[in-house]
Each structure stands twice: as structure tokens, then as C-alpha cells.
């Protein structure tokens, strides 16, 4: 995601590429083809409420760049209620496509075993969530810094024809949506009380993924748990987190209120394929099939991929990076996305694109600030170059604790909504500006 956009923001100002891709000659444990841009984990960017959320926000400020994982991601939208959901296969062929087709860029296949040498000039490395064992050991052999990892889980995915309709309905959580696909763009599947605990006591008792040594230590990310992991949390963690019940009306019993509920989404276009939201698992296979076939609807479900669990990979960027994303020993290097400990689909791809244009500056012999951290892309960008504190710095996605308060209003404080506004309008403003250089 991040190396993609990071191209696409050179050659759009007419800088040339070459652009690196190891698969399909050296694979990955997540990806499944050679695609460019291949989401692996799930197929939402999330919220796109552009006045009230600091995603929907992020989204907005990437468009107004011309981004072309934005534009490809509208182009294979798919309903969500007010999530942007990707068609995960035309998606990818189109950005894959897109700079195969663009003069400026030269596609190479292969593995980077190590840093590249400064003969080759501006670089950025966006390795994405899966960087090899031997490129970061080389990272880390020329930071003289001690790593950080966490593990990224993967959903599992069910054919849509296997789901039983007589327990299962469609409804987004509040109805939300502008449209009736938007509105009926999620499947329910309620549990009752008994139903609940059974399915938290064989999650728990589940046989799960054994880890290597390297990896036994590596902590999880707070924002992409495994269910298994939540649950050993708390009875009730699941009924706060993915399965909470609220906002939903089941219509084949409408009288009674679920204890716990399992939403799925659509994961194509088609309709044919819903990923389990929330339900990243460590689980072994055979233990999924069993553990999941205790969620009413899902008793004979078939899946088209069971869930997974990778290592991730991240530098310690605070300490290691300056303020336009370039290595402090190598500034001929910038990093970008998920490597940088940054988190998420959205935010990997900004900060391809805030790399992309910040080398094609330099290349041109530009100068180009760093956008204001009243943005979106500005609040990132200060949080891991400096705004984070280096000893616990961990993974972050994008949210309003990143932004400069808001002042006030006169009488008294703004509330939430129009709090939220406010951080929104002034970053439009102060984005649009950046744009301008």
C-alpha cells in the first residue's frame, strides 16, 4: 500500500521509479498472489466520515493529493453502512495495473536482502507488515537499534451461500448508511447468553498456533487483537468489542435482545464472500472450523480462507527518523507505512504518499515542509518522527488524541460532534494549503 502510493506520488510529479516487488519469486505466509497493493487482513479502510472521524478525515486529505489507492479504493467500493469497503482482487489489479502502464515506472522482481546502496540514490523502503528476517537484521545492524514486533491477525472469510438466513439477517449497526445497501451491508448472527459462554469456553480451550522462540516475546498490537486473546481478557471483553449486541434488531425474533452478536462483511463485490469482523485468530485450523461452527448461522459454514497470524515488523521510528521520514544515518532513505509504526491500511498509504512526495521534492530540488500536525497526514507524520515517546513508542492508527486541541467555544466547551467538526474544518483548511507548495 505504502510503496504503491509513494510511486505514484514520484511519477505524478514526473520523477521516475523503480519499483522493487518480491513476490511472487520470494512469497509471504499472508499474501496469496503477486498483485500490487494486496490487502491481506481485511478489505475495510474503515470509517469514510470525513467531518467526524479522523479516518474518514485521512481519506478526504489523501484524495485532494490524488491518491491511487483512494481512487481505486472508490472505484471497487463496496456497501459497508458508512465503512469503505474494497473489492480486494480488482482493487489491487487496478493499482498493479495502473503503474505498469505509467512510463516512469520500472518494476523489478525480486528480494532486497539488505539496505541499498547510496549509488542508488532517493529510496524508500515500504516494506509493508511482512518485512523479510534479512532485511530488517540489516536495518537494525545499521541503526545499532534493538527492534520492535508485534503479530497482525488475519479474519477468516465464509462463503456466502453456506450462511443459514433463517438465523442470520443483514443490517448495519444503527441502520447507518445513505443507501439501502449501505444500510443492509453487514450479516448478523445473534447468540444468546448460553450460546455465549459455550463459545468463549471452547475459544479459550482451543488449541492454538505454537511460535517460534524469536517470536514468543513479541507483543500484540491493542488494535488487532485475536479474539482468543481478548477473551482471556475478560467473559465479557467480546460483548464490548466485536460482538457487542447494540444497534441491531434481529427480524426472526424481534422481541428478544441478543446477548452477543457476530457481524459479517462483504468481502467482494459479488456477495459471495463475508470476512467474520473482529475475528482475528491464532487458533490452528481444524479448531477453527470446530469454534466457529457454534455461531448460529454459521453451524455449516464453508470458508474460503480460515483466519492466520504473522509477525509484523517496525522500527523505532521517533529515534531513528527526522522530520521527512528519512533514515538519520542514510538521509538518502525514507521509510514508509506499516514499518514505520504506523497502523492500518489508510495510514500505511499516506504515509507512502507523504514519502512519495516529499523524495520527488527533494529529487527536484524542492523544498517541501512537513504538512502541520492539525492534519491528518501531519498528525502521523509528527507522532512517529518525534511526537511519540521513543521507549514505548508502539503502533498507532490515526485518531484526534493525535491533533492539537481544539479552542473552545464561547459559553462553555463544544460537545463531541461539533468538537470533531472542528478538528476536521481546520485540517481541511491547513491540508488544502500544504497542497499548495
Same mark, same amino acid.
Request: with cysteine; hydrophobic share 40%.
Given at each position: 500500500?505504502?510503496?504503491?502510493?509513494?510511486?505514484?506520488?514520484?511519477?505524478?510529479?514526473?520523477?521516475?521509479? /523503480?519499483?522493487?516487488?518480491?513476490?511472487?519469486?520470494?512469497?509471504?505466509?499472508?499474501?496469496?498472489?503477486?498483485?500490487?497493493?494486496?490487502?491481506?487482513?481485511?478489505?475495510?479502510?474503515?470509517?469514510?466520515?470525513?467531518?467526524?472521524?479522523?479516518?474518514?478525515?485521512? *481519506?478526504?486529505?489523501?484524495?485532494?493529493?490524488?491518491?491511487?489507492?483512494?481512487?481505486?479504493?472508490?472505484?471497487?467500493?463496496? $456497501?459497508?453502512?458508512?465503512?469503505?469497503?474494497? &473489492?480486494?482482487?480488482?482493487?489491487?489489479?487496478?493499482?498493479?495495473?495502473?503503474?505498469?502502464?505509467?512510463?516512469?515506472? %520500472?518494476?523489478?522482481?525480486?528480494?532486497?536482502? !539488505?539496505?541499498?546502496?547510496?549509488?542508488?540514490?532517493?529510496?524508500?523502503?515500504?516494506?509493508?507488515?511482512?518485512?523479510?528476517?534479512?532485511?530488517? #537484521?540489516?536495518?537494525?545492524?545499521? %541503526?545499532?537499534?534493538?527492534?520492535?514486533?508485534?503479530?497482525?491477525?488475519?479474519?477468516?472469510? /465464509? =462463503?456466502? &451461500?453456506?450462511?443459514?438466513?433463517?438465523?442470520?439477517?443483514?443490517?448495519?449497526?444503527?441502520?447507518?448508511?445513505?443507501?439501502?445497501?449501505?444500510?443492509?451491508?453487514?450479516?448478523?448472527?445473534?447468540?444468546?447468553?448460553?450460546?455465549? #459462554?459455550?463459545?468463549?469456553?471452547?475459544?479459550?480451550?482451543?488449541?492454538?498456533?505454537?511460535?517460534?522462540?524469536?517470536?514468543?516475546?513479541?507483543?500484540?498490537?491493542?488494535?488487532?487483537? $485475536?479474539?482468543?486473546?481478548?477473551?482471556?481478557?475478560?467473559?465479557?471483553?467480546?460483548?464490548?468489542?466485536?460482538?457487542? $449486541?447494540?444497534?441491531?434488531?434481529?427480524?426472526?425474533?424481534?422481541?428478544?435482545?441478543?446477548?452477543?452478536?457476530?457481524?459479517?462483511?462483504?468481502?467482494?463485490?459479488?456477495?459471495?464472500? =463475508?470476512?467474520?469482523? +473482529?475475528?482475528?485468530?491464532?487458533?490452528? =485450523?481444524?479448531?477453527?472450523?470446530?469454534?466457529?461452527?457454534?455461531?448460529?448461522?454459521?453451524?455449516?459454514?464453508?470458508?474460503?480462507?480460515?483466519?492466520?497470524?504473522?509477525?509484523?515488523?517496525?522500527?523505532?521510528?521517533?529515534?531513528?527518523?527526522? #522530520?521527512?521520514?528519512?533514515?538519520?544515518?542514510?538521509?538518502?532513505?525514507?521509510?514508509?507505512?506499516?514499518?514505520?509504526?504506523?497502523?492500518?491500511?489508510?495510514?500505511?498509504?499516506?504515509?507512502?504518499?507523504?514519502?512519495?512526495?516529499?523524495?520527488?521534492?527533494?529529487?527536484? !530540488?524542492?523544498?517541501?515542509? %512537513?504538512?502541520?500536525? %492539525?492534519?491528518?497526514?501531519?498528525?502521523?507524520?509528527? *507522532?512517529?518522527? +518525534?511526537?511519540?515517546?521513543?521507549?514505548?513508542?508502539?503502533?498507532?492508527?490515526?485518531?484526534?488524541?493525535?491533533? $492539537?486541541?481544539?479552542?473552545? /467555544?464561547?459559553? !462553555?466547551?463544544?460537545?463531541?460532534?461539533?468538537?470533531?467538526?472542528?478538528?476536521?474544518?481546520?485540517?481541511?483548511?491547513?491540508?488544502?494549503?500544504?497542497?499548495?507548495?
Amino acid at each position: 500500500m505504502a510503496g504503491s502510493e509513494a510511486a505514484w506520488q514520484c511519477v505524478s510529479a514526473g520523477v521516475p521509479v /523503480v519499483l522493487h516487488e518480491m513476490r511472487p519469486k520470494t512469497g509471504t505466509f499472508a499474501h496469496q498472489t503477486d498483485g500490487l497493493a494486496e490487502l491481506v487482513c481485511s478489505n475495510s479502510l474503515r470509517s469514510d466520515d470525513h467531518e467526524a472521524n479522523a479516518v474518514g478525515l485521512l *481519506h478526504w486529505e489523501m484524495r485532494a493529493a490524488g491518491s491511487l489507492i483512494m481512487e481505486m479504493a472508490d472505484r471497487h467500493k463496496l $456497501p459497508a453502512g458508512s465503512a469503505l469497503a474494497v &473489492d480486494r482482487e480488482p482493487f489491487s489489479a487496478s493499482v498493479t495495473e495502473r503503474l505498469l502502464n505509467h512510463p516512469l515506472v %520500472t518494476l523489478e522482481r525480486g528480494e532486497i536482502t !539488505g539496505l541499498p546502496p547510496q549509488s542508488w540514490g532517493q529510496t524508500i523502503i515500504a516494506t509493508g507488515p511482512l518485512t523479510t528476517q534479512s532485511l530488517a #537484521e540489516s536495518i537494525l545492524n545499521a %541503526t545499532g537499534q534493538s527492534g520492535l514486533a508485534f503479530f497482525d491477525a488475519i479474519a477468516p472469510i /465464509v =462463503y456466502a &451461500d453456506s450462511i443459514d438466513m433463517n438465523k442470520a439477517w443483514f443490517q448495519s449497526r444503527y441502520d447507518k448508511g445513505d443507501t439501502e445497501e449501505e444500510r443492509t451491508a453487514y450479516l448478523n448472527c445473534p447468540m444468546d447468553q448460553e450460546t455465549y #459462554e459455550a463459545f468463549i469456553d471452547a475459544l479459550l480451550a482451543a488449541e492454538k498456533t505454537e511460535f517460534k522462540d524469536w517470536e514468543k516475546d513479541t507483543p500484540y498490537f491493542d488494535g488487532c487483537l $485475536p479474539i482468543e486473546v481478548m477473551a482471556e481478557r475478560g467473559r465479557e471483553t467480546l460483548r464490548w468489542g466485536p460482538m457487542k $449486541p447494540v444497534g441491531l434488531t434481529n427480524p426472526h425474533q424481534p422481541d428478544v435482545k441478543a446477548h452477543a452478536v457476530v457481524q459479517l462483511r462483504r468481502d467482494n463485490r459479488l456477495g459471495t464472500l =463475508y470476512n467474520i469482523v +473482529g475475528f482475528q485468530t491464532k487458533m490452528k =485450523y481444524s479448531e477453527q472450523t470446530e469454534v466457529f461452527s457454534m455461531i448460529p448461522g454459521l453451524e455449516n459454514a464453508r470458508f474460503a480462507r480460515l483466519g492466520g497470524i504473522h509477525r509484523n515488523t517496525f522500527i523505532n521510528s521517533p529515534m531513528l527518523l527526522d #522530520e521527512q521520514m528519512r533514515l538519520k544515518s542514510r538521509p538518502d532513505i525514507r521509510f514508509a507505512g506499516q514499518i514505520t509504526g504506523v497502523e492500518g491500511y489508510v495510514e500505511s498509504a499516506a504515509m507512502g504518499l507523504l514519502a512519495g512526495r516529499m523524495a520527488a521534492a527533494q529529487a527536484q !530540488g524542492r523544498d517541501l515542509s %512537513t504538512p502541520k500536525n %492539525t492534519t491528518a497526514m501531519g498528525a502521523l507524520i509528527t *507522532h512517529i518522527t +518525534g511526537g511519540a515517546a521513543a521507549k514505548t513508542f508502539q503502533p498507532m492508527n490515526v485518531n484526534f488524541g493525535l491533533f $492539537p486541541p481544539v479552542e473552545d /467555544v464561547k459559553g !462553555g466547551r463544544r460537545n463531541r460532534k461539533t468538537r470533531y467538526k472542528a478538528y476536521t474544518d481546520r485540517a481541511k483548511a491547513d491540508w488544502s494549503d500544504w497542497l499548495k507548495q
